[in-house]
C-alpha cells in the first residue's frame, strides 16, 4: 500500500528534517489514515520521496518504534504497530469527567460584560502600584549581586524549605524596624503570594462544615477560597465605627485590621483588644493580612495586630508583590510556634522549593541595602500628591454624588453612591461612554447592599488625568441627577 502523502519541509513547524519526517508519519498513525498492520515504505524509497538523507529517515524509522507506533521484522519491513481505531480512542466518551466534593464548592465566577476599554480606568491597575516609578537599575544592581551571593548553594547538601535564612532574617529585622513587631526567622516561611498562605492555612484549618468569620466587604477570593474548603462563613460587617467583635462561634477569623479592603478603615486598639479576647475564648485562630499597609500618606505604617499577640493566635501574612514588583509574587506567612512545621508539611506537599533563590537573595539585599524603604518613602510622596488632587476634584467637581471615606492608606478610594439605584446605572453608563469606569464594591459582601458602592483606583494615573476624569464625572452628574 503507498502510504506517501505531500510533505512540505519548508512550510513545517519543525526546525530539522528529522523532526518534521517523524510527526508526519506519527500524525498519519494517530489520525488513522494508515491501517494497524500497513508496510512502510522502505527508507531508501523514504529518502528519494521526500529528498532527505537515508540516515535520516533511519533515525525517524528508531524513534517511532521505541515510540511503539511501528515495529520492524528483520527480512519482511518496518510495520504500523498502533490503531486509534483499535482501541476505541478517537471518538470522544459523552460521559462528563468525574470531579470531587471540593471542586463542586468553588464559587461559581459572576458573570459580567465584556469589558469595554475607557479612555480613564479607575479599576484594574489602579489598586497596583505604578511601575513607572520602581527603581529598575537599582533592582537590576541588587540581581547581579544576588548572583553573586549564591554560591554558597553549590556547597550546601540541602535547601531550607522555609526560604533562604537570609531573606527570613532581613524580613524580622524590617519588620521589626517599620512595625515594631518581632520575630524569630524561624517563624517565618517565605510563600508564593498571600492567596498561596490562605490556601494552605485553608486545608491545615478548616473541616467541612466549620465556620470561619470574614470581614464584610472582604476579598471575593478569600470568601471563595474558605467556601471551597468546607466552610460556612460568618459576616463581620465594617460599621461606620468601624470593625464590631461579636460572640462569633467560630475557631477561625481573616481581618485586614491595618488597611481594611476594600474600605480603608483601620481597626483601633480597642477592636484589636477585643478580638484577641474573642479569639483566646474561643480557642481561635487569626489570620491577619497585612494589606497594603506600606502605602501609608499619614504617618508610619500601622502596628500590626500580631504585635499584641501575647498568645501566639495570630498569622500574619505580607507580600512583596506591591512594594517591589507584582509579577514575583514573594510573600511570607509570621506563624504561630506551634503551627509552623503543620504550615510547612502542608506546603511541602506541593512541593518542598518555595520561589525563586535568586529573586529571594535579591529582596534580602534590597532590604538590607535601605532600598526598599528608600523606594517606598518616595512611593508615598507620590501616591499623596495624586490622592490630594483626587480629593479637590471631588470637592471642586463631585461633591454631591459619593460619600467618600477619607482614608490614610491605601491606592483606592471607597464610596457609597448617595442616590437611587436607577440613577446610579444612568450615571455609570453615561460615564462609561464618554470614557470613565471604575469598580463596583457590591461584588466584594457576602449580602449585597441596596446602596451602591464604589471603589476608585487612583496609582496609575497622574494629576490630569484624575482632574480631567472627575470633572467629567460631575459634568454628567448634572446631567443625569
Not at 523514504?46 to 533515525?59: E, G
Not at 449580602?447 to 488625568?465: C, T, V, Y
Request: overall charge positive; charged content about 25%; hydrophobic content about 40%.
Amino acid at each position: 500500500m503507498n502510504i506517501f502523502f505531500t510533505l512540505d519541509f519548508e512550510k513545517s513547524k519543525y526546525k530539522y528534517k528529522y523532526q518534521a519526517l517523524y510527526h508526519f508519519i506519527r500524525d498519519l498513525i494517530l489520525n488513522g489514515k494508515v491501517k494497524i498492520d500497513t508496510r512502510l515504505p522502505s527508507s531508501r524509497e523514504m529518502a528519494v520521496k521526500y529528498n532527505v538523507n537515508r540516515n535520516t529517515v533511519k533515525q525517524v524509522f528508531e524513534m517511532l518504534i521505541a515510540d511503539g507506533y511501528v515495529s520492524s521484522v528483520e527480512g519482511s519491513g518496518t510495520f504500523v504497530a498502533y490503531s486509534p481505531t483499535k482501541f476505541n480512542l478517537i471518538e470522544k466518551s459523552s460521559t462528563n469527567l468525574r470531579l470531587s466534593k471540593w471542586s463542586k464548592r468553588i464559587p461559581s465566577s459572576p458573570s459580567k460584560e465584556k469589558p469595554i476599554k475607557a479612555t480613564i480606568d479607575f479599576g484594574g491597575a489602579g489598586f497596583s502600584p505604578n511601575l513607572s516609578h520602581f527603581p529598575i537599575q537599582d533592582w537590576k544592581k541588587t540581581i547581579y549581586e544576588a548572583t553573586r551571593e549564591l554560591n554558597f548553594l553549590t556547597e550546601i547538601p540541602g535547601y531550607d524549605s522555609k526560604g533562604l535564612i537570609q531573606l527570613r532574617e532581613a524580613i524580622s529585622a524590617y519588620i521589626h524596624r517599620t512595625r515594631g513587631m518581632s520575630t524569630d526567622p524561624s517563624q517565618i516561611i517565605i510563600i508564593n503570594g498571600v492567596m498561596q498562605g490562605i490556601g494552605i492555612l485553608s486545608q491545615l484549618l478548616i473541616d467541612e462544615g466549620d465556620k470561619v468569620v470574614v470581614e464584610e466587604p472582604s476579598f471575593s477570593s478569600i470568601q471563595g477560597n474558605f467556601i471551597t474548603s468546607g466552610a460556612t462563613l460568618i459576616s463581620a460587617p465594617i460599621e461606620p465605627g468601624g470593625f464590631s467583635v461579636k460572640d462569633w462561634d467560630s475557631q477561625l477569623i481573616y481581618v485586614t485590621p491595618s488597611n481594611q479592603f476594600p474600605t480603608g478603615k483601620v481597626m483601633s486598639l480597642e477592636q484589636r483588644l477585643n478580638l484577641l479576647q474573642w479569639a483566646k475564648k474561643k480557642n481561635a485562630i487569626i489570620i491577619e493580612d497585612d494589606y497594603d499597609s506600606e502605602f501609608r500618606r499619614k504617618g508610619r505604617p500601622i502596628e500590626p495586630l500580631k504585635v499584641l499577640d501575647y498568645e501566639d493566635r495570630v498569622v500574619f501574612l505580607g507580600t512583596f508583590a506591591k512594594s517591589i514588583l507584582p509579577h514575583l509574587r514573594i510573600g511570607y506567612a509570621i506563624l504561630p510556634s506551634d503551627l509552623v512545621d503543620e504550615f510547612l508539611r502542608a506546603r511541602n506537599l506541593f512541593g518542598s522549593y518555595t520561589t525563586s533563590a535568586l529573586e529571594q537573595m535579591a529582596i534580602a539585599l534590597f532590604i538590607k541595602s535601605g532600598k526598599l524603604e528608600r523606594h517606598l518613602r518616595r512611593l508615598n510622596r507620590i501616591y499623596s500628591l495624586k490622592y490630594e488632587a483626587f480629593m479637590l476634584a471631588i470637592k471642586t467637581h463631585l461633591p454631591d454624588a459619593f460619600d467618600w471615606l477619607d482614608t490614610d492608606a491605601g491606592l483606592h478610594l471607597f464610596a457609597s453612591w448617595k442616590h437611587s439605584s436607577e440613577k446610579y446605572k444612568e450615571f455609570t453608563k453615561e460615564c462609561l461612554a464618554r470614557g470613565v469606569q471604575w469598580e463596583s464594591a457590591n461584588e466584594y459582601y457576602l449580602n449585597p447592599p441596596k446602596q451602591q458602592k464604589a471603589i476608585f483606583g487612583f496609582s496609575h494615573l497622574d494629576e490630569q488625568e484624575i482632574e480631567e476624569a472627575v470633572k467629567l464625572m460631575g459634568e454628567v452628574f448634572e446631567k443625569v441627577k
